[in-house]
């Protein structure tokens, strides 16, 4: 994810990995592994402490389909 970013909008190490932990998260509620109500409680905490982008938020853009 850093590197992804990195040439559009470069992030902290920690960012990223709170962005990672979303989209795996999506890709476990797509794949029956949590509930959607787990996704939505992962989501609001992290987005707490760290800036999310929409387009990972609602688990469309190039970041999510490079993840599967």
Known sequence: ???FYLGLE???HGNA????????SYMSV???FISEE???QITAFLA???PCPED????????VELMQ
């Open 38 to 40: 787990s996704l939505k």
């Open 56 to 63: 990972l938020l609602t688990g469309t853009g190039r970041i």
């Open 48 to 50: 707490l402490y760290f």
């Open 10 to 12: 470069p992030m902290s």
């Open 30 to 32: 797509k794949k029956g």
């Open 17 to 24: 990995v709170a962005l990672g932990m979303i989209a795996e």
């Open 1 to 3: 994810i850093e590197g």
